[in-house]
Structures are given as C-alpha cells and as structure tokens.
C-alpha cells in the first residue's frame, strides 16, 4: 500500500482544513488507518485512528472534539476534518496503516506511512 497525503496549508486560528491520505492497492479496505503529526523539535505524535470498516474511530485528547477522522474504502481514501484549529496544531501531518486502531493509537505496528503534509496555524 502507497499512501501520498495532502490537503495541507495555512490557516488562521479557528478555521478549518480537510486532510486527505489516498491509497493505492486493492488491500487498503483491510487496514486500519490513522493520523499522526510532527511539530518542529517534538516527536511525532497521535492524532486518530480508524478501523477497517469506519465503524470505530478513536481520537487524542488534544483533538477530540474538533477533529474527525473518517473514510471511503470505494474511493481508497480516508480523511482528516479538521475544525477550530489552534496554533498548537500546526505540525506536519502524516497518514499511516496498521493492523488495528488499538496498535495504531499506541503507534505500533504501522505497516506503511505516508509523505506527510504541513499544516500551519496563525494567531
């Protein structure tokens, strides 16, 4: 599976971005997806994660209720609604898949990454 992310740019604070994570290969709908992101000097962290079938999501506390993470297995793509952004969100945002949302969020078992896209929220 090759994932290439996008959706990525600059925003003021409180606005709004849509992330997308295309992938290619016939087995995407069989991985669990997920979101992570790198702020400049910190390590990269967890930001959410979906099951194989879209039923489950899971979230980091840092985000949950402003950020949404779904996907279309039709169209092999799963996205990042991000809303009420803050400058603390401003990171380098990468897509991943893994074999379930549990590995995910602990960040194990991630089989195959993305090129990341940057976000970057103003004041």
């Known amino acids: 599976v090759q994932l290439q992310a996008s959706g990525g740019g600059l925003v003021q604070a409180g606005g709004s971005l849509r992330l997308s994570c295309a992938a290619s290969?016939?087995?995407?709908?069989?991985?669990?997806m997920g979101w992570f992101r790198q702020a400049p000097g910190k390590e990269r962290e967890f930001v959410a994660t979906?099951?194989?079938?879209?039923?489950?999501?899971y979230y980091a506390d840092s985000v949950k209720g402003r950020f949404t993470i779904s996907r279309d297995n039709a169209k092999n793509t799963v996205y990042l609604q991000m809303n009420s952004l803050e400058p603390e969100d401003t990171a380098v945002y990468y897509c991943?898949?893994?074999?379930?949302?549990?590995?995910?969020?602990?960040?194990?078992?991630?089989?195959?990454w993305g090129k990341g896209t940057q976000v970057t929220v103003s004041s």
């Open positions: 991943a898949a893994g074999t379930t949302i549990i590995t995910i969020s602990a960040m194990q078992g991630l089989d195959y």
């Open positions: 290969g016939r087995t995407f709908s069989s991985y669990a």
């Open positions: 979906i099951s194989w079938s879209g039923t489950i999501t």
